[in-house]
């Protein structure tokens, strides 16, 4: 099994940049496929980005394709969310994932297929 724990949220303005990072203990990273997912208040968690185990392939949700970054250094057993050009919009907690038992490049991006989860951290945008 893996701890995951993410950091980096913050209050920042429109148009600001702001880098999540989800540090992972435990059953080794590298076997670890991952994923971000953010939820606003009143409304259902929703995919951000995924990566696959070894790095080289990512996915994301449209809204913020371009304006997102997601990457994995697993010498560090951490993945990071970098994210530019902020909006209200992003506003939420973010939330790392991990899966396990899928191909290296699998890019999940339904919830359901991950087994693990860390606490969350906020992001607040401000207009």
């Known amino acids: 099994q893996v701890q995951l724990v993410e950091s980096g949220g913050e209050l920042v303005q429109t148009g600001g940049s702001l880098r999540l990072s989800c540090a992972a203990s435990?059953?080794?990273?590298?076997?670890?496929?991952m994923g971000w997912f953010r939820q606003a208040p009143g409304k259902d968690r929703e995919f951000v980005a995924a990566?696959?185990?070894?790095?080289?392939?990512?996915l994301y949700r449209g809204s913020v394709k371009g304006r997102f970054t997601i990457s994995r250094d697993n010498a560090k057993n951490t993945m990071y969310l970098q994210m530019n050009s902020l909006k209200p919009e992003d506003t939420a907690v973010y939330y790392c994932a991990a899966g396990y038992d899928y191909s290296a490049d699998a890019l999940i991006s339904s919830q359901n297929a991950y087994n693990y989860w860390g606490q969350g951290t906020q992001v607040t945008v401000s207009s």
């Open positions: 990566i696959g185990r070894r790095g080289g392939r990512t």
């Open positions: 435990g059953r080794t990273f590298i076997s670890y496929n």
